[in-house]
């Protein structure tokens, strides 16, 4: 059993930068890939970027790529998600995820309660 819990969501203008982390306890976190996810009101969930268990494989989203950087320290059981550049269309609510796969699935195994990041233009 994994829980996770982010943190780090918050008003912030067009242009400017938030830092989300996902803390994890439970099982060996180092063992899961993990990912962000994110869901905007009246739009489908979508995949924004994703880091496998060793952090040598990294993924993004097209939307995402070069603004968004995903890292991750197992000694501290946390994922981050630096976002710097944000546009009103990042709104959304932003979720952690973890998957015993070596890469994230679209269903991954875990969830975070989420955390809401909105941009104003």
């Known amino acids: 059993q994994v829980q996770l819990v982010e943190s780090g969501g918050g008003l912030v203008q067009a242009g400017g930068s938030l830092r989300l982390s996902c803390a994890a306890s439970?099982?060996?976190?180092?063992?899961?890939?993990m990912g962000w996810f994110r869901q905007a009101p009246g739009k489908e969930r979508e995949f924004v970027t994703s880091?496998?268990?060793?952090?040598?494989?990294?993924a993004y989203a097209a939307s995402v790529k070069g603004r968004f950087t995903i890292s991750r320290d197992n000694a501290k059981n946390t994922v981050y998600l630096q976002m710097n550049s944000l546009k009103p269309e990042d709104t959304a609510v932003y979720y952690c995820?973890?998957?015993?796969?070596?890469?994230?699935?679209?269903?991954?195994?875990?969830w975070g309660q989420g955390t809401q990041v909105t941009v104003s233009s």
């Open positions: 439970g099982r060996t976190f180092s063992s899961y890939a």
């Open positions: 995820a973890a998957d015993r796969r070596p890469i994230i699935s679209s269903n991954p195994d875990y």
């Open positions: 880091i496998n268990w060793t952090g040598g494989s990294i």
